[in-house]
């Protein structure tokens, strides 16, 4: 039985080097110079403090745009509201997405089952979704079917195996 995994994980390197990215671009912008923005990356989480609400969401729009550049999907990140900390202190904290839900699972599943593709079986494994088959055209047909679809979260394919 040939087999793939269905999952959402973004590219730990390249999120850190998109995050590099930013930092730079903050410090060397004279649109933020004395207002003390800054953007920190823990735990799968990007926080951006600063004195104002305009310069944290600009600070935003600064990641977005790394983001983009180095070609990381922008369906991971999830921005959170905007509070005030206190001492006219912003924060901002948008959180890295990994990992399909049940929910989305779910429909992923049905997705293939509508198609009807005659010998595939799918199942939810954790936060990833296993396709089997004893046939490998079927799965590769599987994968370009899915590629078509646009899901709320960004997928990848791994665990190819035979």
Request: net charge positive.
């Amino acid at each position: 039985m040939s087999s793939f995994d269905i999952v959402s994980e973004s590219d730990q390197h390249e999120l850190q080097n998109a995050f590099n990215q930013t930092i730079k671009e903050l410090e060397q912008r004279f649109d933020f110079r004395g207002t003390e923005t800054k953007i920190v990356f823990l735990d799968k989480k990007f926080s951006i403090t600063s004195t104002s609400e305009d310069r944290a969401n600009a600070a935003f729009d600064v990641l977005l745009d790394k983001f983009i550049k180095r070609k990381i999907s922008l369906k991971f990140l999830d921005k959170q509201k905007i509070f005030s900390t206190g001492n006219s202190i912003w924060k901002l904290e948008i959180e890295i997405k990994t990992g399909i839900d049940k929910e989305n699972a779910k429909k992923i599943i049905e997705f293939i089952r509508q198609e009807k593709y005659n010998g595939v079986t799918s199942a939810i494994q954790g936060e990833a979704v296993r396709i089997t088959s004893k046939s490998k055209d079927k799965l590769q047909t599987v994968m370009t079917f899915l590629k078509t679809k646009d899901f709320p979260l960004e997928i990848s394919f791994n665990n190819f195996r035979n």
